[in-house]
């Protein structure tokens, strides 16, 4: 039998699908907020691993800081995530943005 998307012949297993994993994942996989892209296995891997924040996915390689682009973890190693009116920072331009914000409206006062 035949994958019926990409003509690839699946290996004379007796199938009705129309996807092979691989064309299923580029179709159905989420979406890298960043580069567009889908998020697919690692070569040889089963299960897909992402980042999700504030409601978006990520490559792991791609959750970085807005400002700075520093590689983010979802780990307790100091480089989590601190998001602000929806943006994705780190702890260190999170509290810039903060103290930019608290001065701008000090001086409005």
Known sequence: AVYLVCGID???YAT?????????HKKFAPRCCVCQLPIMP???QDETVRVVALDRSFHIACY???????VLSTE????????????VLCKSCNAK???ALTSHMTTEL
């Open 42 to 44: 690692e070569p040889g």
């Open 10 to 12: 699946s290996e004379g």
């Open 76 to 87: 307790a190693e100091g480089r989590g995530c601190y998001p602000l009116d929806d943006h």
């Open 97 to 99: 943005r903060v103290q």
């Open 16 to 24: 009705n699908q129309i996807h092979c994993i691989e064309d299923f």
């Open 64 to 70: 970085k800081c807005e400002d700075c682009g520093l």
